[in-house]
């Protein structure tokens, strides 16, 4: 189709005069330009001002806001009438119809919410790192000093994208509270950041709202500072560790039956557990669904026996191999108040097939996997990928995504990436670690961290904090302590069983449940807001459209359709 055939030439024109600009500078608007160019020239529909361009993909409110000055020029020019904006159009309709206020009742002006950020987001952890200053403290903080202080506090990654596909991480937040004036920057080349005042009313809101600071000021007017959920130190014993109050607990059994940790107790004092060289034998531990085929499901555990390893096969909560070390004397651990005859070493493996690796980056398992890694507390990782024969064009449509996510596995986790051509190649690889595991392990002793100390809250900053003061001696726990912190189902949270619930719905994938959890933020308020749609048949209606009402909105991967509304009131407005 040529320009001029467009339904609207003069946009069109104007937006190719700028595309040409940008080829001939060689600048980074070259693909905004195009992508704006090439939905304008394939959309039918005319448009009279440029702000309805929005709704076309590649059109900003930056590039409406330049088409609009453009076209004020051109009208200008021409001895022409500017076109009247559609909030215009639409208020001079409502006038018309007798929508206005009633005469001598002005319309009341809606007061602006105060700005609170949401919980555990980057602005929430960049404004609590930054009150960690005082008040009249103007030096601020570096890029990096800010990062190290706002992570305890946020989800998200500063220094790595959640998505690799993406290039934002939750440092880009810090361009929000720039623009909404809560923190000013100063200094070049180095950047320092700190608070404006409306940034440290936002902060003390922060702060009061979950118990870090009271409402009054404190004796010497300065702003309490924030004690972040970390483990520190204490002069009472290396082996001593402080586990900051503000820490919720999730969940008040380690493992099925175990001793529990005493709650009110701030420092979980222990005397770990030795086992001496000789009191025990390394093992690898082998998933029960690492298998060849479903006609062949013993050939790993078969091959490994004819390489000299008997593997142990077993349900395994997270990865697809481990290691431990089995007591020979079964009640030894038993004697120390510990349970069981296991311990688990410091060593996981996630074995991936190329296919399989591609189907996890595209339905979120990769990242879910990776996350479920790291809590599991495990210092070495290593991730084998058997790069098995795939067909060319599906391998080519996702080669830049498996590139980056193994970069990502590397650089971003710190995990061992391991290339094997096939399933033989990663049994060989297996047995040869068990058998240099057994030489390092077998030789020297070891020391168990009673499980009565553990909590789901402090496992991994204890095993940091003993790692960081003590390098030299490693510490362990069993393997059911570690079968039950790394459990799916035994730490998992409300707000996890909700999203696992909406999952089971065709066609909610992950970003799209997470919409409706923080529309909707409990089982509950989602079943109760199908009820208050009434049963009538408006009220099945209003039920059908209910999520595309209030998420239709979203794009890319989070869009809702209304078949899809359709679906979802079926299966949660019969609970209402």
Not at 93 to 100: K, P, R, S
Not at 103 to 127: C, D, F, H, M, N
Not at 151 to 170: E, G, L, N, R, V
Not at 517 to 523: E, S
Request: charged share 30%; net charge positive; glycine share 6%.
């Amino acid at each position: 189709m040529e320009d001029e055939d467009c339904a609207n030439p003069q946009f069109l024109g104007w937006v190719k005069e700028w595309l040409e600009v940008a080829r001939e500078r060689n600048s980074k608007g070259i693909t905004t330009y195009r992508r704006a160019y090439d939905a304008l020239k394939a959309c039918p529909l005319p448009f009279q001002h440029p702000s309805e361009l929005q709704q076309l993909k590649g059109f900003g409110p930056k590039l409406c806001e330049r088409l609009e000055e453009k076209l004020k020029k051109h009208c200008q020019e021409n001895g022409q009438s500017m076109p009247e904006h559609p909030q215009v159009r639409k208020q001079r309709q409502q006038d018309a119809e007798g929508d206005t206020p009633q005469e001598g009742r002005p319309k009341k002006k809606r007061q602006p919410k105060a700005y609170v950020p949401t919980l555990r987001s980057g602005p929430y952890a960049l404004i609590l790192a930054l009150s960690t200053l005082s008040e009249d403290d103007s030096t601020g903080l570096t890029k990096t000093e800010l990062i190290e202080l706002a992570q305890p506090h946020c989800d998200a990654s500063f220094t790595a994208p959640s998505d690799p596909t993406k290039f934002y991480t939750a440092w880009s937040s810090m361009k929000t509270l720039l623009q909404k004036e809560m923190v000013y920057e100063r200094g070049r080349p180095l950047r320092r950041y700190a608070l404006s005042d409306e940034g440290w009313g936002v902060a003390h809101r922060i702060k009061r709202a979950n118990g870090m600071e009271r409402s009054s000021a404190s004796t010497m007017g300065n702003v309490p500072s924030l004690t972040p959920p970390e483990v520190r130190t204490t002069s009472l014993s290396p082996n001593l560790a402080i586990i900051s109050e503000t820490q919720q607990r999730v969940g008040s059994v380690v493992a099925d039956g175990l001793p529990q940790a005493d709650e009110s107790t701030a420092i979980p004092e222990f005397s770990p557990i030795r086992l001496p060289p000789g009191s025990f034998t390394v093992h690898l531990l082998l998933d029960v669904r690492e298998i060849r085929a479903k006609t062949d499901r013993d050939y790993m555990q078969e091959e490994l026996a004819k390489l000299g390893v008997k593997a142990i096969m077993r349900n395994l909560e997270v990865g697809d191999a481990q290691w431990i070390a089995k007591c020979i004397d079964p009640l030894l651990l038993a004697r120390h108040g510990a349970e069981g005859d296991e311990i688990v070493l410091d060593w996981i493996v996630e074995r991936k097939r190329l296919d399989d690796l591609i189907g996890s980056i595209k339905d979120g398992r990769f990242h879910e996997q990776k996350f479920r890694l790291k809590r599991s507390g495990a210092p070495r990782v290593v991730y084998i990928i058997e790069e098995i024969a795939m067909d060319g064009a599906s391998y080519n449509r996702y080669e830049e995504a498996v590139q980056s996510a193994i970069a990502s596995t590397q650089v971003v986790n710190g995990y061992f990436v391991k290339r094997t051509a096939k399933m033989d190649d990663t049994i060989k690889y297996l047995a040869r670690m068990t058998t240099m595991l057994k030489a390092r392990y077998e030789r020297k002793a070891l020391h168990v961290i009673p499980t009565t100390v553990l909590t789901p809250q402090n496992h991994l900053p204890l095993l940091t904090h003993l790692r960081e003061t003590e390098p030299e001696v490693n510490y362990y726990i069993t393997y059911s302590a570690f079968a039950s912190l790394a459990s799916k189902s035994e730490t998992m949270t409300l707000k996890d069983v909700y999203l696992k619930m909406l999952m089971t719905t065709r066609r909610v994938t992950g970003e799209r449940a997470l919409e409706i959890q923080r529309n909707w933020k409990t089982p509950f308020e989602f079943v109760d807001a199908y009820r208050r749609c009434g049963p009538s048949e408006a009220g099945k209606k209003r039920k059908a459209d209910l999520v595309f009402g209030e998420l239709g909105h979203l794009v890319g991967k989070k869009k809702f359709s209304k078949s899809l509304s359709q679906s979802i009131a079926e299966i949660w407005g019969d609970y209402s």
